[in-house]
C-alpha cells in the first residue's frame, strides 16, 4: 500500500516563504521517481520539481532559482522550499511518487500567496 501525506501549506505574503513536506508510504515498491506538482483552478495540474534517473534533480523554468526540492536518502519524505513566493504561485501543491508499474499522489496542500 501506497501512502502520501502532504504538509506545509497555508497563506502566505508576495516575497515569502513556505516549505512543503511529503511523508512517503510504500513499503515494497520500487521508487522511479519523486516529486512536487501544483493545479490552481481551471488549470492542468502541472510538474514543478522532480528526482527521477539521475541524481540532480529537474525543475519547471516557472520555479527554477526560487524553489528546491530535497529529499530524505531513504526515500521516506521528500520537501519543497518555496522563496520569493508569487501571487501566480496560489495553487493546490500535490507530492508524486511513479513506481515500476504506477503514479501515486498525495491528497494536496492549498498554498495561497497574497497581501
Known amino acids: 500500500q501506497v501512502q502520501l501525506v502532504e504538509s506545509g501549506g497555508g497563506l502566505v505574503q508576495p516575497g515569502g516563504s513556505l516549505r512543503l513536506s511529503c511523508a512517503v508510504s510504500?513499503?515494497?515498491?520500487?521508487?522511479?521517481?519523486m516529486g512536487w506538482y501544483r493545479q490552481a483552478p481551471g488549470q492542468q495540474r502541472v510538474l514543478l520539481a522532480t528526482f527521477s534517473s539521475g541524481g540532480s534533480p529537474d525543475y519547471a523554468d516557472s520555479v527554477k532559482g526560487r524553489f528546491t526540492i530535497t529529499r530524505d536518502t531513504a526515500q521516506k519524505s521528500v520537501y519543497l522550499q518555496m522563496n520569493s513566493l508569487k501571487p501566480e504561485d496560489t495553487a493546490v501543491y500535490y507530492c508524486?511518487?511513479?513506481?515500476?508499474?504506477?503514479?501515486?499522489w498525495g491528497q494536496g496542500t492549498q498554498v495561497t500567496v497574497s497581501s
Open positions: 510504500a513499503s515494497g515498491f520500487s521508487i522511479r521517481a
Open positions: 508524486h511518487i511513479r513506481t515500476t508499474w504506477a503514479n501515486f
